[in-house]
């Protein structure tokens, strides 16, 4: 979330999701996000790779009937959404779509919706078989903000481009003492930031701090007494030119027309911060959704990640 998670050929903030509304003192308006319930500061999915904050609108693909889901019926299409515009993951799905889920017996289709709340819904009401834009950890999130929600990640697809951007310096090193570092706004993704401050050498975490958990309560150490600042996605890589340095997704900053060469580390994403292929709850055990899982865990869909233009940089194969 992947919540995905916009690629060069998107607008800013449609992966994962549309565009927000901004959270209190982010100055941006885009990013991953969906609405929660019981905290204020989100954006967002996918990854990896990330939406509208607000109520989620109606989702618009019809149920076979009032009681049945087509993920219940013997050769019914399958649709898999991701965020409006996210043409990275939609290359994805058509791949799958097109090349290998003949081969399983199954149609599939990509489904376009606008923000992660109607998304999430979707798949869990079985309106969609599926959803490619979000990490465990995002997920975690969105069951804990909607718990009528039933989902589970199935498995691990691709990792999103993710790493240490500057327009400043070109290596780690570089980096001042006093230097401004922009972290993401929502939670998962800003610990995943500090993982990857951690793996560079900037900062240490303290033992024990989960990947996907960490906090800037948990650095144990800043030898150059750098300083942190939260802003949502796009806003991230509009403002790099002010920052020292910032930490995120690729597609953001290929969107934003900045060059790869200004990524200066990336590390490949904890397993934690893998895109899953998310399935409702209710249709995991349903003849459909068991080939659908089995089409993206195909070894085609790694070899279309590793090689494949409409993906480069943007979405990465697991092993990579």
Do not use: C
């Amino acid at each position: 979330m992947s919540e995905t998670p916009s690629s060069p050929n998107s607008t800013p903030g449609s992966t994962h999701g549309a565009a927000p509304t901004s959270p209190p003192g982010s100055g941006s308006d885009s990013g991953h996000g969906f609405e929660l319930k019981k905290r204020r500061r989100w954006p967002f999915v996918a990854g990896a790779a990330a939406v509208v904050v607000g109520v989620a609108a109606a989702v618009t693909i019809p149920l076979l009937s009032p009681s049945a889901s087509a993920n219940d019926q013997a050769g019914a299409t399958l649709y898999v959404a991701t965020a409006e515009g996210n043409a990275s993951e939609e290359a994805l799905v058509n791949f799958v779509a097109k090349e290998v889920a003949p081969k399983y017996g199954i149609t599939v289709k990509f489904k376009g919706l606008s923000d992660s709340n109607t998304i999430n819904r979707a798949v869990s009401d079985g309106e969609v078989a599926a959803t490619v834009y979000q990490h465990k950890l995002w997920l975690g999130q969105v069951l804990e903000a909607n718990p009528d929600f039933k989902e589970e990640a199935a498995t691990p697809v691709f990792r999103w481009g993710f790493g240490l951007w500057s327009d400043k310096y070109t290596d780690v090193s570089q980096i001042p003492d006093g230097g401004t570092i922009s972290l993401y706004s929502d939670p998962a993704n800003e610990a995943q930031g500090l993982w990857i401050l951690d793996d560079a050498g900037l900062i240490t975490l303290k033992e024990g701090t989960g990947k996907g958990t960490a906090t800037q309560d948990d650095i144990e150490s800043n030898p150059k007494n750098l300083k942190f600042t939260l802003l949502d996605f796009a806003a991230q890589s509009r403002a790099l030119p002010d920052l020292d340095a910032a930490v995120g997704y690729t597609e953001y900053y290929l969107a934003a027309d900045i060059p790869i060469n200004k990524q200066i580390f990336a590390p490949q994403a904890p397993d934690e911060f893998a895109g899953q292929l998310t399935i409702g709850s209710n249709f995991a055990d349903s003849d459909n959704i068991k080939k659908l899982v089995e089409a993206f865990q195909d070894p085609a869909v790694q070899e279309f990640l590793a090689t494949d233009a409409s993906v480069k940089d943007i979405l990465l194969p697991l092993d990579q």
